[in-house]
């Protein structure tokens, strides 16, 4: 980072099915958990960037920014960011470019999305915006549908088991059970996650992140500190279509974010100890443990089958049992990573968060500073 960015304050709503709120409410939630939490207060947030993919479809609702600048008292200038599921961390590092140039100095990010209140049909087609409009939606496929063909190809190229594959849902709903914004809290034995629905084959319903609603806000400055500071911040791309892949069994957009990143915040993996990485299915989930580099390809399965993997993966819950309000889940994942770093005291965390089948994945690495 070319100057000290800090994480000065964070809220969430509970991630779930919130009927009874609007996008303008869920909002309102983080906002003000984010200002509560920070040292600065309302009129020091200088400008608003919000992270949405699909309000113009699920809420009849467009121009974000000033919807979201609209509810602090002094409507400071905002802008929106849309990358697909990864909305969430692209607007993070919106932020960071802002406060690194000197343009701003106090942030406010905000990831929303509100996606219940259409049929799931609805939102199926609204999420395969984020994938190439030509060469895969022609196809018939949905996004269940594009990570069941990753599924197949990865069960083939390495022989991973339906019964290993349910170890990744298990652990995400285990870990989820202590996380009070977690939208599904129950604890599901491994052998349960393929006995649900299948959705598309060999991936089930518990394989599936689900269609939620939620709202997670962040302030980063560079005027006010904490101890947490963001050591780097990197984004990498790829193409939209899985067809114009040479593997669909690895990412290399998270490899070539990740290698940024660890460069940027001068560490090395070793010293990682916590990773929330983006298991929108859960056979993305091991694939990105080997794509980070924590495992070789074809083992990221090992680290799920661990009691207590180093690092911990997903202790939040993931997006499997958290839920996936798709542009606030990278910033609700920055949220968790310095939870679990002040609560161990740890030095180092990392968020990953992707787009599409990872045509766009974005990496933040956190540095917990007094330890
Ligand atoms: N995990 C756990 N429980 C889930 C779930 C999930 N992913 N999705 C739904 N449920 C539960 C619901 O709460 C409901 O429980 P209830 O009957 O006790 O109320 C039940 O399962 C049936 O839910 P329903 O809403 O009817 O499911 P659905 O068939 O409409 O949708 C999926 C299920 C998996 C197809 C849908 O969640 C989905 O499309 N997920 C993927 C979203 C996605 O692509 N995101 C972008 C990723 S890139």
Redesign the pocket.
Known sequence: MNTDVFLIGSGQTRFGEWWEKGIRDLMYEAIDGALESAPCTALDIDTVIVANMIAERTNAQAHLGALASSLLPHRPPALRVESA?ASGAVALHTACALLESGRAKTVLVLGVEKMTDVP?AEV?TA?MG?ADSEKDAPCGLT??GIFGLVAQRYMFEYGLTREQLNTVSAAHHRNAVANPFAQ?RAEIPAEKISQSPK?ADPLC??D????SDGAAACILSTAFESDMKLAASQLASDAVSLTERESITSFPATKKAMEKALEEADTDRSSISHIEVHD?FSIAAVINVEDLGFAEPGRGIELYEQADPVPTINASGGLKACG?P?AATGIKQLIDVSKQLRNSGNRWGLSHNFGGACASCGIHILEHIHV
């Open positions: 599921c799931p199926s999420l984020a996004f269940p599904f959705v319903l518990l599936c992140s689900p269609i929108c996936h798709v």
